[in-house]
């Protein structure tokens, strides 16, 4: 199975900071990766697919970079409501497999 | 929009089966663009997908479960179910139906659209 590594694996950061979470992959996936951000006692939903595509109603603060085995996802003005955790997604490779998430959490 | 709804008991002992349906609102799985999945969360093994179907009847698993996974869909019924057997403590999780994306475009193996979740424990 291709590994996804994120990191960190916590951040903390405040409102109006531009942050960035890492997502690596143990083999080239080329950009089939996802993001997801999941609230406490919620689904993941979705972010972003094809490591730069943003779902429909996302917030353009919110982009994603990255080709073959490392990918970021960047929010370049922290909002309130994105403090959550992120998990990144592999899907080039069966069988897909997740990152362990980062919590980023308020200061 | 479409949901997804899990159902299913919460509680399941050791050595025994457990089994959960997704329901799809507002919608149909007969969709020969997507298939429909599992995926479980538990905080010593993350997010791991379980299997997935199309409306074919065509199933997927994952090799670390596939012996003790099986998958079936009813379209009529919009429902796709999960069933694992010979469970233990490590089966505990959140368990999620998940709308696969659409195969035509690569998005095979992506999420789009999650079920709420659904905790089971197993213990006796």
């Known amino acids: 199975d291709i590994q996804m590594t994120q990191s960190p694996s916590s951040l903390s950061a405040s409102v109006g900071d531009r942050v960035t979470v890492t997502c690596r992959a143990s083999q080239g996936i080329r950009i089939d990766l996802g993001w997801y951000q999941q609230k406490p006692g919620k689904a993941p939903e979705r972010l972003i697919y094809a490591t730069s595509k943003l779902q429909s109603g996302v917030p353009t603060r919110f982009s994603g970079s990255g080709s073959g085995t490392e990918f970021t996802l960047t929010i370049s003005s922290l909002q309130p409501e994105d403090f959550a955790t992120y998990f990144c997604q592999q899907y080039n490779t069966f069988p897909p497999t997740f990152g362990q998430g980062t919590k980023l959490e308020i200061k | 929009q479409m949901q997804l709804e899990e159902s299913g008991p919460g509680l399941v002992k050791p050595s025994e089966t457990l089994s959960l349906i997704c329901t799809v609102v507002a919608t149909s799985v007969s969709s020969t663009r997507n298939h429909w999945g599992w995926i479980r969360q538990s905080p010593g093994k993350g997010l791991e997908w379980i299997g997935n179907i199309d409306n074919s009847g065509r199933v997927e698993y994952n090799p670390s479960l596939e012996s003790r996974v099986t998958v079936s869909v009813e379209m009529s019924m919009r429902q796709w179910s999960l069933r694992l057997t010979s469970v233990t403590a490590a089966d505990t999780a959140v368990y999620y139906c998940?709308?696969?994306?659409?195969?035509?475009?690569?998005?095979?193996?992506?999420?789009?659209?999650w079920g709420q979740g659904i905790r089971v424990t197993v213990s006796s």
């Open positions: 998940a709308r696969q994306g659409d195969v035509a475009y690569g998005y095979k193996y992506y999420f789009d659209y």
